[in-house]
């Protein structure tokens, strides 16, 4: 007997280490996090030329909060794109390659939850109602993703309902050119309650204005959101990225240019901030086509709400 108790105590040790060892291989350390590229300073960086940022348009950016996928989108072709995922796997990160739910028309614009476990994107497909729609997909029990569903009403409108990003409770913002507002298309959320998310609520002025404001990203908590606008007041290019702080009163502050160290001659959209707060991604063009760039999140700290 005691020497089956020492047998089933030594395979148990294996397991469990086996299952240590495997959790802590998904998890790239420190030097080889963020693709293992060397980390950007407080001057915008193309993020991993030749493996992300190629000779495509590539754009939009989110990592999974525990750093072990990176997911962006690549051109493939006039008016198509797909989503690209790269994974941290047996210690190496991978080659980019198509998620398993692309399809032969657009996805783009991928967002996820805070456990890594949901994914929204805009995409066209045979169900979308206008140009694009919003669609949500649940990670199965096997690590990988289901089958998309359009979120439908009242999310989705026969106008082009895009760039989703989701607060720490669930509440979904995203921009819409056909839910009415106040200019060309407007940013929205919408809360999650009871399983079902709400009518969406125009966030209002001093971010949506006559013009076109659109690809925000909101922090979990709520208390700052940086957004793409084409408005021209102070304006350094075709499209420019702002950020606005959350006020007590739950309104939000005047929006900010994020400056000539973000800001170029041309179109800037797509910002992302890691799970970390360390780095700050976002989309530009200023080298003729659509790249990736990353830079400390420093940058951003004179704008954020203070401790």
């Known amino acids: 007997m005691k020497q089956k108790r020492i047998f089933s105590m030594v395979v148990s040790s ?52 525990d750093g072990s996928e990176f997911y962006f989108s690549r051109s493939r072709g006039p008016g198509t794109s797909a989503i690209q995922l790269v994974t941290y796997e047996d210690g190496i990160w991978t080659q980019s390659r198509q998620v398993s739910f692309a399809t032969g028309q657009t996805d783009v614009n991928p967002s996820l939850t805070t456990d890594g476990n949901t994914l929204f994107f805009g995409s066209l497909r045979d169900d979308t109602r206008g140009p694009k729609d919003i669609y949500v997909v649940k990670r199965l029990e096997n690590g990988e993703w289901g089958i998309p569903k359009n979120l439908g ?83 350094f290019g075709k499209t420019d990225l ?27 959209l797509c910002p992302y901030v890691t799970e970390d707060g360390k780095y700050f991604f976002f989309t530009s063009y200023r080298n003729g086509q659509g790249d990736i760039f990353w830079v400390d999140a420093k940058i951003l700290e004179e704008y954020k709400p203070q401790e």
């Open 14 to 65: 294996i397991v469990l280490l086996q299952i240590h060892c495997g959790q802590k291989n998904k998890i790239p350390a420190w030097k080889d996090a963020y693709l293992g590229q060397k980390p950007p300073g407080l001057t915008p960086q193309i993020f991993a030329p030749g493996i992300v940022s190629t000779d495509n348009s590539e754009l939009n950016s989110v990592f999974s909060p």
């Open 153 to 235: 009403a009242p999310i989705n409108s026969e106008g082009n309902d895009n760039c989703p990003s989701v607060a720490k409770d669930g509440t979904l913002y995203f921009h819409s050119d056909g839910l009415g507002g106040f200019g060309k298309q407007d940013i929205f959320r919408s809360e999650w309650i009871d399983g079902a998310y709400t009518e969406p609520e125009n966030i209002g002025s001093p971010i949506n204005t006559e013009d076109g404001e659109f690809d925000a990203f909101i922090a979990r908590d709520e208390t700052y959101i940086i957004f793409g606008s084409d408005r021209n007041k102070g304006g």
């Open 242 to 268: 702002y950020i606005s702080v959350r006020l007590s009163d739950g309104g939000w502050s005047e929006a900010k240019s994020l400056g000539g160290a973000i800001n170029s001659a041309e179109y800037e």
